[in-house]
């Protein structure tokens, strides 16, 4: 293994300053993002047959995550270009060290 890897899984595993908790809290939201929105996919793609809503009437999650425009942008679901979106940024904050 490099002197590299081994450099940045230390710092990713003990490094304290604020650039490494902000870069951590960066991948946290977007891994956890990314977690939402396959829920979502699964719907989008005929996996799942129905989303949960809150108990008002005024949502209706099938409605609005199901409306052709969900399905508009590159002629795929909404839901698998924001994870691709959510994972290239989880990514980008994650490389390197913690001196980059």
């Known amino acids: 293994m490099s002197d590299t890897a081994v450099g940045i899984s230390q710092s990713w595993r003990r490094g304290a300053d604020g650039d490494m908790r902000r870069r951590r809290w960066i991948v946290g939201l977007s891994v956890f993002s990314c977690g939402m929105l ?9 996996i799942l047959k129905s989303l949960p ?24 679901p909404d839901a698998l270009l924001g994870m691709a979106s959510y994972g290239v940024t989880a990514c980008l904050a994650g490389m390197g060290a913690e001196d980059r």
């Open 38 to 46: 396959g829920g979502i996919a699964l719907f989008q793609t005929g």
């Open 53 to 76: 809503d809150p108990p008002l009437r005024a949502f209706d999650a099938n409605a609005v995550h199901g409306s052709p425009e969900a399905y508009a942008l590159l002629g795929t």
